[in-house]
């Protein structure tokens, strides 16, 4: 159409219309030499250049061959992981034992199974789960529960004329909630109903005379019944004033004690008045004066702890004369009756002692071995190895009357063997010393008598001086009473705490670190007090200081707050 020839007409006329060729031979390969008829030059490939297609491997293979190390290093990972958290997953796996536990106290509390000395009251119960986990929160809502319920029990027993009864409810009720205000409507409420209108001047009677009679404090003393006065009554004004009077004489009995230098008896009346009435207003001062008698005898104290250190290391343990360490420790405890290390002190002279009476039992000589546990004991009477050489003398005397008539060289026993055991003896035996597990468990270390973890434990060591299991039983409860101390103040028990810290004093006297589990009660009782100074809870609060002053008559927190308990702060 632009006169332009097309270079592949071939001499047709018109415009030539693309063909795509005879389809069905597009596999036949040409023969060499033939000359294709599109016009086109041909190209040949050489065999030698023509690219080689390398072989795949298989494709499903080739990808996941990765997997493996993947997996490998997961699994190394998650049980690297495990190992190093196991203390953590061992905590998420719920205790089956403890479960239990708890699952009998929540039956017991709904059957209405409080307390008792059984083993399966619900108070018992769930103190034994928070023993075996003490952050557990179902134990510590459940014996709050169990406090609540007390305070039921003693409303009740109240409106039904059951005084002791609404006494008993009430103490524990006040053991497992520390106090408030329920528990002081039910104690103003129980004084009421034991007084009565009528007697009220009878004991205001009675508190006159006593008072004339100079018996200013203890159960029958002028002090004490002014309190069941008020306690009935807070607003009457004869007792009120009465108390203020027993207050003023045991003030003037201290300032008298501290002008003769007796030191001894001055600290002893002020804890009579701290202990009776609390936020008396000369308190401070009267303990801010014994403060220099104290320095005074600062430096005869250590003397005396020194020489007794001294004596100790030379080995003059006890006996006659002066210079030993038993008689340089009393009389740094004649300066200062709660110094630790003088304590402390004493626990290792008995300690000493009972070493020796063990060396006096393997020689035979059952006389000298008596004589150092008669003095052991003076020093540390419920002590569990002092318990366990005792068992072990009352053996020795039990198999040297058991031995057989001399010339029978044969069987005769040596002098710390025991007798064997009959059939029934070994039921009991085993049954004791379960009962003193459990009891131990409970908390139960040294009350009560009889049935007490201590008691259980020498009764066995009793049939069986040599017995491993109650041996061991006496010897881990000082620690246990311990272990069992910082779970209650964990939690905020104080009341068991403070039984605890007893235990431990008896079992161990003067063991080293009591004055600082006493300090750290001490705390606890005070920052309870200014707990309760800000709710306006002043009753309850003098009593919490109260019993940190006890503990820890040195604490500068007691001035403060026993200020603020005096201007009703």
């Known amino acids: 159409m632009n006169g332009r020839k ?19 031979h597009l596999d036949d390969a040409p023969s060499p030499g033939t000359t294709s008829g599109d016009g086109l030059p041909q190209v040949t490939l050489d065999p030698e250049r ?26 190394i990972g998650v049980g690297t992981t495990l190992w190093m958290e196991q203390d953590k997953l061992r905590g998420l796996v719920p205790s089956t034992e403890l479960d239990g536990v708890l699952g009998r106290a929540e039956v ?32 510590r809502d459940g014996l709050r529960k169990v406090g609540l319920a007390e305070i039921a029990r003693a409303d009740a027993a109240l409106q039904a004329g059951k005084l002791d009864d609404a006494d008993q409810a009430l103490a524990a009720a006040r053991e497992l909630l520390g106090g408030g205000s329920d528990v002081d409507r039910l104690t103003q409420a129980l004084a009421s109903a034991r007084t009565g209108p009528l007697q ?12 004339d009679a100079g018996k200013l404090d203890g159960d029958d003393g002028a002090g004490t019944l002014y309190r069941r006065v008020l306690g009935a009554d807070p607003n009457n004004a004869v007792a009120a004033h009465g108390l203020d009077k027993v207050g003023e004489a045991l003030a003037s ?11 001894a008896a001055a600290s002893a009346l002020v804890d009579r008045l701290a202990a009776l009435i609390p936020n008396y207003g000369e308190l401070p001062a009267l303990r801010a004066a014994l403060v220099p008698a104290d320095k005074a005898d600062g430096a005869a104290l250590a003397d005396a702890i020194s020489q007794a250190q001294d004596a100790m290391r030379a080995g003059r343990i006890s006996g006659d004369g002066d210079d030993t360490a038993l008689a340089h420790y009393k009389a740094a405890l004649a300066l200062d009756p709660d110094n630790a290390d ?65 010339g029978d060289a044969e069987n005769v026993a040596g002098p710390t063997q025991h007798p064997a055991l009959t059939p029934q003896q070994s039921a009991d035996l085993a049954r004791m010393i379960q009962r003193a597990d ?30 491993e299991s109650a041996r061991h039983g006496l010897e881990t409860l000082p620690s246990l009473a311990m272990n069992q101390f910082n779970q209650a103040l964990a939690s905020g028990n104080l009341q068991v705490a403070g039984d605890r810290l ?11 670190g009591q004055g600082e589990l006493r300090q750290r009660l001490a705390n606890a009782w005070l920052d309870q007090a200014e707990q309760q100074l800000q709710q306006g809870d002043r009753a309850s609060a003098a009593q919490s200081l109260d019993r940190a002053r006890k503990l820890a008559p040195g604490n500068p927190r007691l001035a403060t707050l026993a200020a603020r308990l005096q201007a009703g702060s």
């Open 6 to 24: 097309d270079p592949h007409d071939h001499g047709s006329q018109g415009r030539t219309e693309p063909t795509l060729g005879d389809l069905d």
């Open 50 to 75: 023509r690219r080689s297609v390398p072989s795949r491997p298989p494709t499903r293979s080739g990808r996941r061959g990765w997997l493996i190390p993947l997996l490998l290093l997961l699994v």
């Open 108 to 139: 017991a509390l709904q059957e209405g199974r409080l307390d008792g000395n059984d083993g399966s009251s619900a108070r018992e119960l769930f103190e034994a789960a928070r023993a075996l986990q003490p952050d557990n929160d179902r134990a």
């Open 200 to 211: 009220t001047d009878h004991l205001i009677e009675q508190a006159q005379l006593a008072f």
């Open 253 to 263: 009995q201290a300032h008298k004690a501290l002008d003769a230098g007796d030191r």
């Open 342 to 406: 003088a304590k402390a002190g004493l626990a290792q002279v008995a300690q000493a002692l009972i070493m020796q009476a063990n060396a006096a039992l393997d020689s035979g000589d059952h006389a000298q071995a008596r004589t150092l546990l008669d003095q052991a004991a003076e020093l540390a009477p419920h002590s569990g190895d002092l318990a366990a050489a005792k068992a072990r003398l009352g053996d020795t005397h039990k198999a040297s009357a058991a031995l057989p008539v001399a």
């Open 438 to 467: 459990a009891a131990a468990q409970q908390g139960k270390l040294m009350l009560p008598p009889g049935d007490s973890a201590y008691d259980l434990y020498r009764g066995a060591l009793a049939l069986d001086g040599n017995n």
């Open 502 to 512: 007893a235990d431990l004093g008896d079992l161990s006297p003067g063991a080293a």
